[in-house]
């Protein structure tokens, strides 16, 4: 575990499955307000979950992903929960992690099926990114939980005058500009663009010391020590 605000780690307790044979398929981590503590979560590649709570030296198994379920990609912490998409982009996979229960959350109705979606959070709220050939479609959560409060924001077109397709947003600013990683159709690198939904206009902004960068994050900051 890594704090980047005050720049210390703490590695933690090794994890032995107690059958042989499962890798580690997902990781992630959040914040349980009951106990005022971190959580880490990992799940193996059968869909065992195991938790560790930080301050702890050891790890506890807890119920599996459905059987029914595949999750396919990293989960997504918002609102005491960390989410996951099913294989096929149906549905999304909620664990409490106060109750260390699930929940299902239904996606937006959407009416063209011919698009990729991805799992995000934006202004502290749980979102989708609905992406085809032409734009990326912003669909934040405003009450979660509640699937009638789906609400589409903002369509982010491709940048293909640039070489870029959105893939999502990571940051919307108070006078509604998106920090949005985009990736170059040519190479597949991705790259940082600020998109102003005002004014239609995007800008490339410029790192030092030939920065690339690939899977960007946002964090809170927090000198709480790992």
């Known amino acids: 575990m890594w ?3 005050i720049r210390k780690f703490k590695l933690l307790r090794p994890l032995e499955y107690p059958r042989k044979g499962y890798a580690i398929s997902i990781n992630y981590f959040g914040y349980d307000h ?3 503590n971190y959580k880490v979560i990992v799940v193996s590649s059968k869909g065992e979950v195991c938790v560790n709570t930080l301050g702890t030296d050891y790890w506890r198994i807890i119920w599996d992903i459905p059987n029914d379920y595949n999750i396919s ?3 997504i912490f918002v609102s005491g929960t960390v989410n996951w998409f099913q294989s096929d982009n149906s549905s999304i996979l ?3 992690l106060e109750k260390e229960s699930y929940q299902m959350l239904s996606l937006p109705d959407y009416e063209n099926e011919n698009v990729s979606w991805t799992l995000g959070v934006v202004s502290d709220c749980l979102c989708v990114f609905a992406r085809s050939d032409m734009f990326l479609d912003v669909w934040i959560m405003k009450e ?3 699937k009638e409060s789906w609400t589409k924001f903002y369509t982010i077109p491709n940048l293909h005058d640039q070489d870029l397709e959105p893939d999502t947003a990571l940051y919307i600013s108070e006078d509604d500009q998106l920090l949005v990683e985009c990736y170059e159709v040519q190479t597949g690198n991705m790259k940082l663009v600020v998109y102003d939904s005002k004014t239609g206009t995007s800008n490339i902004p410029e790192f030092q010391n030939n920065y690339r960068h690939t899977n960007a994050k946002v964090y809170i900051e927090s000198l709480i020590s790992p």
């Open 34 to 36: 009951f106990i005022d």
């Open 144 to 146: 979660y939980g509640n």
């Open 73 to 75: 990609q990293s989960g």
């Open 3 to 5: 704090n980047p605000s």
């Open 94 to 96: 909620s664990l409490d």
